[in-house]
């Protein structure tokens, strides 16, 4: 029902901000969005998630780091990551989840985030 498009990845310093959006085609009110990552060699892992009631969770490595919020009225959802680290560096991937009955999951292309001095 949505695309989902990633932006905001980059270059930046050990110790340096970023901010990731996702744009969604469609409404996201009912989703549940989240943002993953997947660095060369290791499988994708979930690094935030927020609920369509603003509930968020954070894998254990980004906490006190990595912030995620949504912004209904623009259908984006964010990713403000600082502090950032050589091991942040990844591909991030947007991600919606909706449905009951039927769950529906929807995926973004992507946004390499390299932390590198």
């Known amino acids: 029902q949505v695309q989902l498009v990633e932006s905001g990845g980059g270059l930046v310093q050990p110790g340096g901000s970023l901010k990731l959006s996702c744009a969604a085609s469609?409404?996201?009110?009912?989703?549940?969005m989240g943002w993953y990552r997947q660095a060369p060699g290791k499988q994708r892992e979930l690094v935030a998630d927020?609920?369509?009631?603003?509930?968020?969770n954070y894998a254990d490595s980004v906490k006190g780091r990595f912030t995620i919020s949504r912004d209904n009225a623009k259908n984006t959802v964010y990713l403000q990551m600082n502090s950032l680290e050589p091991e942040d560096t990844a591909v991030y991937y947007c991600?919606?989840?909706?449905?009951?009955?039927?769950?529906?999951?929807?995926w973004g292309q992507g946004t390499q985030v390299t932390v590198s001095s």
């Open positions: 991600n919606g989840v909706v449905g009951v009955v039927i769950m529906r999951i929807y």
């Open positions: 469609g409404s996201i009110v009912n989703y549940r």
């Open positions: 927020i609920t369509s009631g603003g509930r968020t």
